[in-house]
């Protein structure tokens, strides 16, 4: 079954520091991979695409891709409580076919 | 640039009522579309998916059904609303042709099944 596996949380991360949120997936197939911000009562929002194995950066935002072990995961440096919202990864297990997680809630705390 | 637009934001509609939501995408040819739902406190449920018009997957058996009339135009319907229908629905969508690209959504409508 192809899911995308993520904690719920909430976890709760101090201002100014660097919030780690994780994902695993269990196609093995999939080439493609997101993160999305979802802040509460909106849709969802992209914050980054990773395709290759290893780190992909932007901004105060590190993407991390593992395919290996089917883990993606997503840092957040210098966390401000703007941050404070639902992280949903999502995996793209086909040509057409994007499924996500249930999305993990981060509370940056001031 | 691309934009999406999906209407209405809100809708309250009885248990056993009809349902039609429109999704419409400018800016784009040939676009991959999707629906998805997100019922409270939950992640987002995909529901379909088109990679051209008449072209439909059903991700989910249940009570709706989705149609693509044209190229940029999606439409998600039931005959007969449950209340378990209640939820978040988006509209999205990617670029077609390339593998892998990510996925933009519309504003959302929020219904309520009462």
């Known amino acids: 079954q192809k899911e995308v596996e993520q904690n719920s949380g909430p976890l709760s991360v101090p201002e100014g520091a660097i919030a780690s949120l994780n994902c695993t997936y269990s196609?093995?197939?999939?080439?493609?991979f997101f993160w999305y911000r979802q802040y509460s009562g909106k849709s969802p929002e992209l914050i980054m695409s990773i395709y290759s194995n290893g780190d992909k950066e932007d901004g105060r935002f590190t993407a991390q891709l593992n395919k290996a072990s089917q883990y993606v995961s997503l840092l957040i440096r210098d966390s401000q409580p703007s941050d404070s919202a639902t992280y949903l990864c999502?995996?793209?297990?086909?040509?057409?076919?994007?499924?996500f997680g249930k999305g993990t809630r981060l509370h940056i705390l001031p | 640039s691309q934009t999406i637009h999906q209407w209405p934001a809100t809708l309250v509609q009885p248990v056993g009522s009809p349902l039609s939501l429109e999704c419409t995408v400018e800016g784009t040819s040939n676009p991959n579309l999707y629906w998805y739902r997100q019922a409270a406190g939950r992640g987002l449920q995909l529901l379909f998916y088109?990679?051209?018009?008449?072209?439909i997957s059903s991700e989910v058996p249940q009570n709706l059904s989705a149609s693509r009339p044209q190229d940029r135009q999606f439409i998600l319907s039931s005959k007969k609303l449950l209340l378990s229908d209640s939820g978040f629905y988006l509209c999205?969508?990617?670029?077609?042709?390339?593998?892998?690209?990510?996925?933009?959504f519309g504003q959302g409508t929020r219904l309520t099944v009462v």
């Open positions: 999205a969508w990617s670029v077609g042709v390339l593998q892998g690209t990510e996925a933009f």
């Open positions: 196609d093995r197939v999939s080439q493609s």
């Open positions: 999502a995996v793209n297990p086909s040509m057409s076919k994007i499924i």
């Open positions: 088109s990679v051209g018009i008449g072209q």
